[in-house]
DNA sequence: CTCCGGATTGACT
DNA sequence: GTCAATCCGGAGG
């Protein structure tokens, strides 16, 4: 039997970026739950960008709260909080202290630890089991609780590693979801990025159709 | 496949 | 009191 991997994180600089430019090279990367007793992985497939201050969709627009408190602090660390009372949602702070932005990890594809992650998932396995932000955390188990303020830069319990690069040709950029409050520049901007794949570019096409047809 | 309503609770007005 | 960076199941096409 092999011993687990020392943890390699990224390193704080690779946070201390533009956040667009952060959640561009996150996609590819491998999100990592170790909580001692197994290590999950899994590469990350889709980001979104939360842009502070300026962008009215971020929840630090609204200035700095108990709950915002984490992404006015130094990059790489993690804000986790709870969306409609149920759901997680795993955030990866970017930018300097004062700059309170962050990445939003939004899919994933299983790369180890798939059968906990089907297990915690009620059973459901393949394409529905990790397509959405709540279904991520509830599958790698992060939680607010377990995870909020940790450092992501100290290979305990949650952090990012390389994994397979992804060419600027593989991404697509869409409006971000479930934010329909913010002011149209911010709702609208592209800043959604997702893999792609065969499956999603046959998907966008169809939808492209469709929208021309309502044009005419 | 798409559309629609209910679940469930912390955070903030 | 209202709302939220979501998910799921059921109904209809």
Known sequence: MSATPAPAPLPRHF???PTLE???????????????EERLIGRITETEAYLGFMDT?????????????VMFGPPGH???YIIYGIYDMLNLVTEAVGEPCAVLIRAIEPVQGEETMIARRNGKR??????????MTRAMAITKTAHNR???????????????????DDIILGPRIGIDYAEPEHRDAPWRLRIATPQLRRQLEKKARQGNRAEE
Do not use: Q
Request: net charge negative; glycine share 14%.
């Open 15 to 17: 946070y201390d970026r």
């Open 22 to 36: 952060v959640a561009r090279d996150l996609l590819g990367c491998h999100l990592i739950v170790d909580d001692g």
């Open 57 to 69: 969709a971020c929840h630090s627009s609204n200035g700095r709260t108990p709950r915002t408190e």
């Open 78 to 80: 993690a804000y986790v």
């Open 126 to 135: 393949g394409r529905d089991m990790l397509n959405g932000p709540g279904k």
């Open 150 to 168: 940790l450092d992501l830069c100290s290979g305990e319990g949650l952090w990012i590693e390389p994994g397979t690069p992804v060419s600027d």
